[in-house]
Every structure is written in C-alpha cells, then in structure tokens.
C-alpha cells in the first residue's frame, strides 16, 4: 500500500474465458501482496481449475462462484469459452447474461458489509456489471486484457447497432484483408441470440466506467495511452503485461496431466531447434487447414511441437492430420493433443521460434522467453496483434488468401523457414530479444501495476 492510504476492497470480475481469468488472478494476487483485499468473481467450475492462489495471499482473495444459468443449446458444464463450440458463443454470453441479477445480489451483501467495496473491476463485455455499479455508487473501472495498440485502432466505440457494422469496417479499412474485417463486423457488431452485440457491451461499460486499464505497459506501446485518453474522455493506463511465473504457479489445473513426456522430449532436441506450434484452446480453424498447416511443417523440415486442438464437429475417433505424417515427421516432431504446459515449453532452451495465433497472452508469454513469431490470427484483436508485431519485426505472418483466410502449405513452410531456418531469422530472434527486455521485467512491470493501483487509491482520496 501507498504510505497512509486505506486498504482497498476491489471487486474484479473477468470474462468467462482463460485468456481472461488468469492474467486478472495475477492482478489479484499482485493487489492482495500490497494489502488489499480482492473479491474474485466467476463461476464455480471455472473457479475449480484455475491454480490455487498462493498460500500466503489467500486471506486477502475470495473466490466468488456465481452459478451460470443453464440455456437451451449449451453443453451442460460449458462455463468457459473454451468448453463451447465457436458457433455457440453467443449462447454463452446469453447464459453469462443471467449473472446479472446474482451479482447485483453479491454487490449489494458486499455493500452492506463490513468492508464496502472500493472498486468494481469488471472486463469489456460486462456492461450490467458497470451499471450495477454505478447504481450502488461504487466506482468502476473496465480492464481490458489487449493491446493499447489496437484498442487505439478500433477507436471510440458506438453504442447504436446500427452504427456498428460501418464503424467495425472503417477502423479495419486501412490495413485489414477484407476476410478479417467481415469476420470482425459479424463478430463485434451483430447481436445474436444474446441480444446484445460485443460492442454495445464494451460501449456500455466504457460509459459507466471512470478509469481504463489496459493489459499493456508505456515502455512497449509508447505514446498511446495519452491518444487513447483523449478518444475515450478518462483516464487510460496501463496495469502491466503480467508475464507468467515460471514456477508453475499460472494456468488452469492440470487434472493429473503428466507433462513429463513432453519436456523429456524437449530436453532430446538440440537447443534452438524446435518450433513451438498452438493455436489456442478457441480459434476455429477447419480441419482442412490443420491438414495443410501439417503439410507445411513437414514441408518446412524443422523439428517442431504441435498442440494440437480437435476443431469442432470432428469426433475423437476421426483423424485430422494427413496419412502417414506422424510416421514421416516422428523422428524430429511430437504432436500432442492434451494439456499442455506452455510456459515451461516456451522456457525451453530447446525452443527457437512460437508459430501462433496471436492471442495478446500468448504473444506476452512468447515475448517473455525471446521468441520470434510465426503468425497465423484466426479472429478478433489477432489480425491486428500480427501487424503491431510485424511492424516490430520480430517475425513474419502467414500469407493468406484475403478474401476467405484460407492459407496453404507452401505459405506456412516458408514462414517457419524464413524465422527458424533462414538467415533473416537472426534479425527476427534479435528483435524478439530486444522486446523480451522489456516483457521479462519483472520489477519494472509491477511498478507499473503500482501506477494503476495509485490511480484506484488516488480517486477514492479525491472522492472522500
């Protein structure tokens, strides 16, 4: 705590996705190591397998379940998005939805008691969270774990529906193929069985929020912090990157995964040698093209990792990779289709190269360990990711077909080959280093997570 400020009680609520939960646990866990106490909301299966919080700073973190409601059409226990088909998404922000009534109920205890909260940290999509908030008088402030960078590219948000498609399109116009943009207009701007689009929920809580934090830092992203509080008229800041312990204390439970065989395998290779290949737990990639990204590291010749993620509608006993490929590739590549340890693998001395789509959690995770990138956005804020990193060259993206996304072996090899193989790769590596300078401090981004903490405490003093 700062000297002679109160502690705080913060109230943090993520989105219902681990791309989500896990980078607000460690912002919980770095509030409660400076004496405040954090209320932690989700739901109860999603609580169950997150890590543990450590045991010194359980006394100062409540783990909050709120039963998510059952919707027709949802798979019973889907309470993360990676437990639900691509195409079910918005049924599951309709079941998210039904939380409305349970937390105003948990707010309204909470205000009651002993220890009023301070704050409400809701994500971007949770608008009925702001607006319970302000009814109760508790300031909010929306934490958005993505790029300032792109956050600046998509602009102010509109709240009207019928603005939205138009607006989506417009920001994407200058840089985006044409395949991105249409996605991302459907994606952000269509209302859907919730009623309610992604943007109207960011335009929503933007609205009812006092202060904007950003999964970011100053020293990555220089400058456009200051643009981003002039496009949303209040304080925007950055609360830290929040790159992954390597103790093992980040991520879900493993549910008696063994991951020995995979570093085992590791500890094999020659060092600097393997291409760690993973797509996320969400992305919808078709079969056909997980066919042709393993042709195309076969093609490449590297020796590779592959976490590799059964697409929806495949059952478990069909085949997604070519005949015959983990015979043809077994002596230099390990595919894998379970749990995997991320952050150990990419701590790897043997890893050389990241091929991924671009999520901003795994692009920080990738960043931290000095990895150049292989690039392949499948939806949302990732197109955009790969061109802020393009632009920074640490690596190059895959070429794709602009007007379906579609992309090909003889693309994907020679992206692994440009980075991992070829000469232009040390410039990549060397890049990626120099960012990692920044990603890996540690000391230097928890000063910045003080910076958003002197803002929480600044404001409650000014409103005393």
Same mark, same amino acid.
């Given at each position: 705590?700062e000297n002679?400020?109160?502690?705080?009680?913060?109230?943090?609520?993520p989105?219902?996705?681990?791309g989500?939960?896990?980078p607000f646990?460690?912002?919980a866990?770095?509030?409660?190591?400076r004496?405040h106490?954090?209320s932690f909301?989700s739901?109860?299966?999603?609580?169950a397998r997150?890590?543990?919080?450590?045991?010194?700073l359980?006394?100062l973190?409540?783990?909050?379940a709120?039963?998510?409601?059952r919707?027709?059409?949802?798979?019973?226990g889907a309470?993360a998005t990676?437990?639900v088909?691509f195409?079910?998404?918005?049924?599951?922000r309709?079941a998210?939805?039904?939380?409305a009534a349970?937390f105003s109920a948990?707010?309204?205890?909470a205000c009651?008691?002993?220890?009023?909260?301070?704050?409400?940290?809701p994500d971007f999509?949770?608008?009925?969270v702001?607006?319970?908030?302000?009814k109760?008088?508790?300031?909010?402030?929306?934490?958005?774990p993505?790029?300032?960078?792109v956050?600046?590219?998509y602009?102010?948000p509109?709240?009207t529906s019928t603005e939205?498609?138009?607006?989506?399109a417009?920001?994407m116009?200058a840089?985006a193929?044409s395949?991105?943009a249409?996605?991302?207009?459907?994606?952000?701007?269509?209302a859907?069985a919730?009623?309610?689009s992604?943007m109207?929920?960011?335009s929503?809580?933007l609205k009812?929020s006092?202060?904007v934090?950003l999964?970011s830092c100053?020293?990555?992203?220089p400058?456009v912090f200051?643009?981003?509080t002039?496009?949303?008229?209040?304080?925007v800041?950055?609360f830290?990157?929040l790159?992954?312990?390597?103790d093992g204390a980040?991520g879900v439970?493993k549910n008696?995964e063994d991951d020995?065989?995979?570093?085992?395998?590791l500890d094999?290779?020659?060092?600097k040698?393997?291409v760690?290949? *993973? $797509?996320?737990s969400? #992305?919808p990639v078709?079969a056909d093209?997980?066919r042709?990204?393993?042709?195309g !590291? %076969?093609?490449? =010749?590297?020796?590779?990792?592959w *976490? $590799?993620r059964r697409? #929806?509608?495949v059952?478990d006993?069909?085949?997604?990779?070519?005949?015959?490929? !983990? %015979?043809?590739? =077994?002596e230099r590549g390990?595919v894998?289709?379970?749990w995997?340890?991320?952050v150990?693998?990419?701590?790897?001395?043997?890893v050389?190269?990241? !091929?991924?789509?671009? =999520?901003w959690g795994?692009?920080?995770?990738?960043?931290?360990f000095?990895h150049?990138?292989?690039?392949l956005p499948?939806?949302?804020?990732q197109?955009?990711n790969?061109?802020f990193l393009?632009?920074?060259?640490?690596?190059?993206?895959?070429?794709?077909?602009?007007a379906d996304?579609?992309f090909?072996?003889s693309?994907?090899?020679?992206a692994?080959?440009?980075?991992a193989?070829e000469?232009?790769?040390k410039a990549?590596?060397?890049n990626?280093?120099?960012?990692?300078e920044i990603?890996?401090d540690?000391?230097?981004?928890?000063r910045c997570?003080?910076?958003?903490?002197?803002?929480l405490t600044s404001?409650n003093?000014?409103?005393?």
């Amino acid at each position: 705590m700062e000297n002679g400020s109160s502690p705080l009680h913060v109230v943090i609520f993520p989105w219902l996705a681990f791309g989500h939960l896990l980078p607000f646990l460690d912002l919980a866990e770095r509030l409660a190591a400076r004496g405040h106490r954090v209320s932690f909301v989700s739901t109860p299966r999603n609580l169950a397998r997150l890590r543990p919080v450590r045991p010194a700073l359980r006394g100062l973190v409540d783990l909050v379940a709120l039963p998510l409601p059952r919707v027709h059409g949802l798979p019973d226990g889907a309470e993360a998005t990676s437990d639900v088909p691509f195409e079910k998404f918005e049924l599951h922000r309709k079941a998210f939805d039904g939380l409305a009534a349970p937390f105003s109920a948990f707010l309204d205890a909470a205000c009651a008691g002993d220890k009023r909260p301070d704050w409400v940290i809701p994500d971007f999509m949770h608008y009925w969270v702001a607006a319970a908030a302000q009814k109760r008088g508790v300031p909010c402030a929306v934490l958005i774990p993505c790029s300032a960078d792109v956050m600046a590219l998509y602009g102010q948000p509109t709240e009207t529906s019928t603005e939205q498609p138009e607006a989506i399109a417009r920001s994407m116009a200058a840089e985006a193929p044409s395949f991105e943009a249409e996605r991302n207009t459907e994606e952000y701007g269509t209302a859907g069985a919730s009623g309610v689009s992604i943007m109207t929920r960011f335009s929503l809580t933007l609205k009812w929020s006092k202060l904007v934090a950003l999964r970011s830092c100053p020293e990555l992203e220089p400058g456009v912090f200051t643009t981003l509080t002039r496009v949303y008229s209040k304080p925007v800041v950055p609360f830290g990157l929040l790159p992954p312990r390597r103790d093992g204390a980040h991520g879900v439970r493993k549910n008696g995964e063994d991951d020995g065989a995979i570093i085992r395998w590791l500890d094999e290779q020659p060092a600097k040698s393997v291409v760690y290949v *993973a $797509l996320g737990s969400e #992305a919808p990639v078709s079969a056909d093209l997980l066919r042709e990204l393993a042709h195309g !590291l %076969e093609l490449a =010749g590297t020796r590779f990792l592959w *976490a $590799l993620r059964r697409p #929806a509608g495949v059952n478990d006993g069909d085949s997604i990779l070519p005949n015959g490929f !983990l %015979e043809r590739t =077994g002596e230099r590549g390990l595919v894998t289709t379970g749990w995997v340890p991320q952050v150990s693998i990419l701590a790897h001395a043997a890893v050389c190269a990241f !091929l991924t789509h671009c =999520g901003w959690g795994s692009v920080v995770e990738g960043l931290q360990f000095g990895h150049p990138l292989i690039m392949l956005p499948i939806i949302g804020d990732q197109g955009p990711n790969a061109r802020f990193l393009e632009g920074r060259k640490v690596g190059v993206a895959v070429p794709r077909n602009h007007a379906d996304g579609s992309f090909d072996r003889s693309g994907v090899a020679g992206a692994v080959r440009a980075v991992a193989v070829e000469e232009e790769g040390k410039a990549f590596a060397a890049n990626a280093r120099k960012l990692q300078e920044i990603v890996a401090d540690r000391e230097r981004d928890e000063r910045c997570t003080d910076g958003f903490i002197h803002h929480l405490t600044s404001w409650n003093e000014l409103e005393a």
